[in-house]
């Protein structure tokens, strides 16, 4: 998820307990408060915060930032049956372009 950052953004401490965030910095600084420190992302930077680790995100003061956000589940869940696609396995009679 893309997510425009505005002035005086500021997330406060907290943490997930049942999925990992993934952050992609597309533009401008942005703090992190992980593990005790806080540290700047720039642009082009990545950052990977697994599940249960408290942490904050913060823009500095008069800036603006962009970054895409991912989610991961700490646990994958297996799909209903019902929910699956139907796989048929080619035969060997079947052409492939």
Known sequence: MEDNLKLGFALG??????????FYILEGDVDFYLDGDWLTAPPGSTVHIPPGLAHA????E??????LMIFQASRLRP???????????????????
């Not at 907290?14 to 993934?22: D, K, N, V």
């Not at 008069?62 to 970054?67: A, D, E």
């Not at 019902?82 to 372009?97: D, V």
Request: aromatic share 2%.
């Open 57 to 60: 995100v913060v823009l500095p």
């Open 79 to 97: 799909v209903p049956a019902r929910a699956r696609p139907r796989y048929r396995k080619p035969s060997s009679t079947t052409r492939r372009a």
């Open 62 to 67: 008069g800036k603006i930032g962009r970054l």
């Open 13 to 22: 401490l907290h943490l997930h307990r049942q999925h990992a965030e993934t």
